[in-house]
């Protein structure tokens, strides 16, 4: 079982940046998928982002494209989210999730059933 740990989320005006980091520990495996969610109040689990340890593709929710970027550190186990051009309905719980060996269906992981480990999530809110 592999562990989550979210961090750098904050309080940001509108138009700001943030960049929130999710450190991976335990069973870890190159082919597994890790991915970014977001839980706004009084909304469903939204997928932002995703992408593998190997590979350079990447993939994201069409509302993220252009002000949201994935990333990875593969020495440090950690993936990154860097946020640009923030807005207040961006405001939400921000979440890391990680799926075992799933690199070959990447492009089709938008769900949350198809992510078996997830972090607690870091709190980031967008003032406007």
């Known amino acids: 079982q592999v562990q989550l740990v979210e961090s750098g989320g904050g309080l940001v005006q509108a138009g700001g940046s943030l960049r929130l980091s999710c450190v991976a520990s335990?069973?870890?495996?190159?082919?597994?998928?890790m991915a970014w969610f977001r839980h706004a109040p009084g909304k469903a689990h939204e997928f932002v982002a995703c992408?593998?340890?190997?590979?350079?593709?990447?993939y994201y929710a069409d509302s993220m494209k252009g002000r949201f970027t994935i990333s990875r550190d593969n020495a440090k186990n950690t993936v990154y989210l860097q946020m640009n051009s923030l807005k207040p309905e961006d405001t939400a719980i921000y979440y890391c999730?990680?799926?075992?060996?799933?690199?070959?269906?990447?492009?089709?992981?938008?769900?949350?059933?198809?992510?078996?480990?997830w972090g607690r999530g870091t709190q980031v809110t967008v003032s406007s």
């Open positions: 999730a990680a799926e075992d060996r799933a690199f070959w269906r990447i492009a089709a992981m938008r769900s949350r059933a198809d992510f078996g480990s």
């Open positions: 335990g069973r870890t495996f190159s082919t597994s998928v």
């Open positions: 992408m593998s340890w190997i590979g350079d593709s990447t």
